[in-house]
């Protein structure tokens, strides 16, 4: 098992399961079955009403075997992205932990299914150039510790024809520059690209330029949680990846992912 799981959403995209015993204690009864150490709570934005520090707080209280993260994953959502971080700012305090993420090129939801004609319309170069613009914007917001899903634009197996390597060392050196983490995520495995993200080589890009790591599942039930780690655990070893970043009131610690 390894160490830490931290972009979880217990709120699954619903409004009737804000953050309460109910909504929360299967995931830490799933966490303890499994031998999770360290759990971020990570809901996206837009269900920030949903979100209790307090219901967090008596979790922490109950199963202190595990280390409950207050957190949330602020994205760039044309319509409710103003308000997380104004939300964010608001309880920044009170957050040990904020995913940066993309989810929208030229105003669509490139990440959804439901959009997917929407590709059409567009050259496949010119959506990525604006995908990594779009997650440098976010990383220099001084409102996350960590990049979710980095190379999320190739869910659809659609891949620029243009060779972008200096636009993703760009990204990872504004990365680098914010001191972020930036994700690596089990989640792309159980979509259409049918792979980690991001790219080997983004990581390997990384890690060259000394960034750190968080690691995650991207749950949206508890049964979910940790889910295919033992590829993620394998990757890790294979890309002698030794270190991970835990986080505390947006304060990093590296730790051993391995347990
Ligand atoms: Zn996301
Ligand atoms: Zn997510």
């Known amino acids: 098992m390894l160490v830490a799981d931290y972009h979880n959403h217990p709120q699954a995209h619903r409004t009737d ?4 015993l109910k909504t929360l204690e299967p995931w830490a009864k799933r966490a303890v079955e499994l031998g999770l150490k360290d759990l971020a709570f990570t809901d996206h934005d837009r269900y920030k009403d949903g979100v209790s520090f307090e219901e967090i707080e ?18 760039n959502d044309p319509e409710t ?17 904020v995913l940066g993420s993309v ?12 959009y997917i004609a929407e590709y059409d319309k567009y050259d496949i170069n010119d959506l ?3 995908y990594y613009k779009n997650i440098q914007q976010i990383a220099k917001s001084g409102l996350v510790d960590s990049m979710a899903h980095l190379d999320l634009i190739k869910i659809f197996k659609f891949f620029p024809t243009e060779n972008l390597d200096e636009l993703y060392s760009e990204t990872l050196d504004v990365i680098k520059d914010a001191d972020l983490s930036i994700e690596i995520s089990t989640a792309g495995i159980r979509k259409p690209i049918g792979n980690i993200y991001p790219d ?3 990581i390997e890009m990384a890690k060259s330029k000394d960034i750190s790591f968080t690691i995650a599942g991207d749950a949206h039930a508890a ?22 970043a835990i986080y ?11 347990v």
């Open 103 to 114: 989810h929208f090129v030229k105003d669509f939801a490139f990440d959804h299914p439901h």
């Open 223 to 244: 049964h979910d949680l940790s889910h295919n780690y033992d590829k993620l655990e394998k990757l890790l070893r294979d890309l002698d990846i030794q270190e991970v």
């Open 17 to 20: 399961l804000p953050y309460s």
């Open 58 to 75: 008596n979790l922490r209280a109950l199963y202190p075997q595990v280390k409950f993260r207050a957190g949330i994953e602020l994205d």
């Open 128 to 130: 990525y150039k604006e």
């Open 81 to 97: 992205s103003a308000e997380g971080r104004k939300w964010v700012e608001k309880n920044w305090d009170n957050l040990d932990f």
């Open 248 to 258: 505390h009131k947006h304060q990093k610690t590296l730790v051993n992912p391995f």
């Open 200 to 202: 080997n080589k983004i």
